[in-house]
C-alpha cells in the first residue's frame, strides 16, 4: 500500500523562514524543513494500481502556474485543544483553481470526495492535544508571519513514509503548470 497526497512544494528560502520559528511548543513536533508543503488533496493508502490511476488522473490537469502568499500563523483544534499548527496560504481564485481540479482528478481515478472543506496551508508542528491556551503566546508572537509570493510552476504526487519519530515524503511525479 501507498499513502498519497498531492502538493506544492515550498522553495527553500521560504522553508528557511519558516523553521526559525519552529520551537517554543512543548510537545510539539515540528515538520521536518525538507517536508514542508502545502497539501491539495490528501489521498490516504492506496494500492499500486490505483497509484497509476491516480498519476494518470492528475497527469491529465491543465492548469496555469499558481502564485502563492504565505501569511499569518493559526492552529487546528477541536474542543480547545490543537492538533496541527500551519502557516496560512491566501485562497487565491488560481490556488483553489488548482486544487478543485486535482479534486475533481482524484475522484476521477476512483477515489470519494475529500470529507474536509480545502483550507490551504503549510502544516509546521503537529500536538497532542494540546490546549490552544498554551499555544496562544506562539500564536501571538508570530501572527504576522508573512512570506514573499512565490509561483509555483508544478505540483507534486508524494509519499508518505510512516516512521517512528515524523513521516518522509518522496516526490513520485511532477505535473508541469503550463496551461
Request: proline share 6%; with cysteine; hydrophobic share 45%.
Amino acid at each position: 500500500m501507498l499513502r498519497l497526497f498531492a502538493g506544492l512544494a515550498i522553495p527553500e528560502p521560504i522553508r528557511l523562514q519558516l523553521t526559525t520559528m519552529t520551537g517554543g511548543i512543548a510537545g510539539a513536533r515540528w515538520v521536518a524543513p525538507e517536508n514542508l508543503h502545502l497539501s491539495l488533496r490528501f489521498i490516504g493508502e492506496v494500492d499500486e494500481g490505483a497509484a497509476e490511476d491516480i498519476d494518470a488522473a492528475l497527469g491529465q490537469i491543465i492548469a496555469a502556474p499558481v502564485v502563492v502568499a504565505l501569511a499569518g500563523i493559526g492552529c487546528f483544534e477541536t474542543r480547545g485543544r490543537a492538533h496541527t499548527l500551519w502557516a496560512g496560504a491566501e485562497a487565491s481564485a488560481a490556488l483553489l483553481h488548482l486544487q478543485a481540479r486535482v479534486e475533481a482528478q482524484v475522484g476521477r481515478a476512483g477515489l470519494p470526495p475529500e470529507g474536509r472543506k480545502f483550507t490551504p496551508h503549510v502544516t509546521l508542528a503537529r500536538m497532542q492535544r494540546t490546549p490552544v491556551e498554551q499555544i496562544a503566546p506562539y500564536l501571538t508572537d508570530h501572527g504576522g508571519f508573512r512570506a514573499a509570493p512565490f509561483e509555483a510552476e508544478d505540483f507534486l504526487l508524494y509519499r508518505s513514509h510512516l516512521g517512528h519519530a515524523a513521516a518522509n515524503y518522496e516526490v513520485l511525479a511532477r505535473y508541469p503548470l503550463t496551461g
